[in-house]
């Protein structure tokens, strides 16, 4: 069971440190982690940063594989994971959308610490 961090100052500091370092993965797991703690305090400008956190994280890791799905120009995609909306369920917001197999992983990955 992977603990929590103890503070949310500790999972900026990480994520800073992941940041410079390039090192999108470790980011991921520091910004979810960070989530599940923003969460838990019921800090919601916590919550929207870290989730924007993941948002860049998973972009980074994406850089190069967008596309991969034959995406026609101006077709809706979401913002996760490049992939098309078309004839699926997704949120979105102003520039941004989310399908629902991203929300779903998101989902699961904010709560698989269980309570
Ligand atoms: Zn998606």
Same mark, same amino acid.
């Given at each position: 069971?992977?603990?929590?961090?103890?503070?949310?100052?500790?999972?900026?500091?990480?994520?800073?440190?992941?940041?410079?370092?390039?090192?999108?993965?470790?980011?991921?797991?520091?910004?979810?982690?960070?989530?599940?703690?923003? @969460?838990?305090?019921?800090?919601?400008?916590?919550?929207?940063?870290?989730?924007?956190?993941?948002?860049?994280?998973? #972009?980074?890791?994406?850089?190069?594989?967008?596309? #991969?799905?034959?995406?026609?120009?101006?077709?809706?995609?979401?913002?996760?994971?490049?992939?098309? @909306?078309?004839?699926?369920?997704?949120?979105?917001?102003?520039?941004?959308?989310?399908?629902?197999?991203?929300?779903? @992983?998101?989902?699961?990955? @904010?709560?698989? #610490?269980?309570?």
């Amino acid at each position: 069971m992977p603990s929590l961090p103890s503070s949310l100052e500790e999972v900026y500091a990480s994520w800073d440190s992941a940041v410079r370092q390039k090192d999108f993965k470790r980011g991921l797991l520091v910004a979810s982690d960070g989530y599940r703690l923003a @969460t838990k305090k019921k800090s919601h400008a916590d919550e929207k940063i870290l989730l924007y956190f993941i948002k860049m994280a998973v #972009q980074e890791l994406l850089k190069g594989t967008s596309n #991969q799905a034959g995406v026609e120009e101006g077709e809706d995609v979401c913002s996760f994971c490049c992939r098309s @909306t078309e004839g699926k369920k997704a949120v979105g917001g102003p520039n941004v959308l989310i399908c629902d197999e991203c929300i779903r @992983t998101a989902f699961e990955l @904010t709560l698989d #610490q269980g309570s």
